[in-house]
């Protein structure tokens, strides 16, 4: 009975190896990211995927994938480097990448892909009234009318490193009362209803022009590039050769531009991400 127990137990693992388990984190970029992703190898090889899109932010995404739950996820460079990998900022986008492609190969068996080719960096963000009643243009001009001000930010944007209290000292930011943390995607609907003043949005995302908001610059130099990449279980890519030859094919296709009018079409005009990632993959890589 015992060893009818342990077969059953090796081929249910067997059976569940058999397949790709592709994760996301919990924006709207990301799970659209990782259903071209996860199209894109059910397109070009025979390995059966399985979506767990929407999962968490960065760290729980990366334990995911440490403990084998998850086979890839898409992660961008400058949170791998900061926030995972503990580095200081620097803003040389092909350092950052070979440093974590390096370091991820070395300390987690994680291999990092060709990045899509956009850079989503965080941007700080203002209803554009505000910006123009108060000569705002860059994030140092926020400092002037922060101590009246309330933010509203996404509690990893409050708890990471390359994040708010960083941002605060290099700028030098006092709020009238501690920012408010709130769920990313809810930060917004608390802007446009002013209930907060600035948020830390996505610079890709596509409720900026939606929403008529701008993002000020980081005249600093203080966020880091953050390109977007899949990362993948080296075990996954030794056995099935041909995702790794499948997620090649879309390196450098999605530009700055082209990835916030993908995020707009979910987001804006509602439409499905998996009707989103088909069309794209047909025009973009038939």
């Not at 950052?96 to 994680?110: H, M, P, Q």
């Not at 209803?193 to 008529?212: F, H, P």
């Not at 082209?258 to 990632?277: F, G």
Request: with cysteine.
């Amino acid at each position: 009975m015992k060893r009818v127990f342990l077969m059953a137990l090796v081929l249910s693992g067997c059976a569940k190896r058999d397949r790709i388990v592709v994760g996301a984190k919990n924006f709207t970029e990301s799970d659209l990211l990782a259903e071209i992703v996860a199209q894109q190898i059910e397109r070009r090889t025979q390995v059966p995927v399985q979506r767990r899109l929407h999962l968490g932010g960065s760290f729980v995404c990366h334990q995911a994938i440490l403990a084998g739950e998850i086979d890839l996820y898409v992660e961008y460079t400058g949170t791998a480097f900061t926030a995972i990998l503990k580095q200081p900022a620097i803003a040389d986008p092909d350092s950052v990448y070979r440093y974590v492609s390096a370091a991820y190969a070395r300390d987690f068996k994680l291999r990092w892909t060709a990045p899509f080719g956009f850079n989503n960096t965080f941007a700080i963000l203002v209803r554009r009234a505000d910006a123009e009643r108060y000569g705002l243009r860059s994030i140092a001009d926020l400092a002037r009318v922060a101590p009246r001000w309330k933010a509203g930010f996404g509690y990893e944007f409050l708890e990471r490193a390359d994040g708010f209290a960083g941002l605060a000292t290099v700028y030098g930011l006092t709020f009238s009362q501690p920012p408010t943390a709130m769920d990313l995607g809810l930060t917004y609907r608390a802007l446009a209803e002013r209930r907060v003043d600035v948020i830390a949005g996505n610079s890709t995302d596509g409720q900026i022009a939606k929403l008529d908001l701008v993002a000020l610059s980081d005249d600093r130099g203080y966020f880091p590039p953050y390109q977007a990449a899949p990362v993948v279980r080296a075990a996954v890519l030794e056995k099935y050769p041909a995702v790794g030859a499948a997620l090649a094919e879309l390196g450098g296709k999605i530009s700055d531009v082209e990835m916030r009018q993908l995020n707009a079409l979910a987001d804006v005009e509602h439409k499905d991400i998996a009707e989103i990632a088909r069309a794209w993959l047909a025009e973009r890589v038939p």
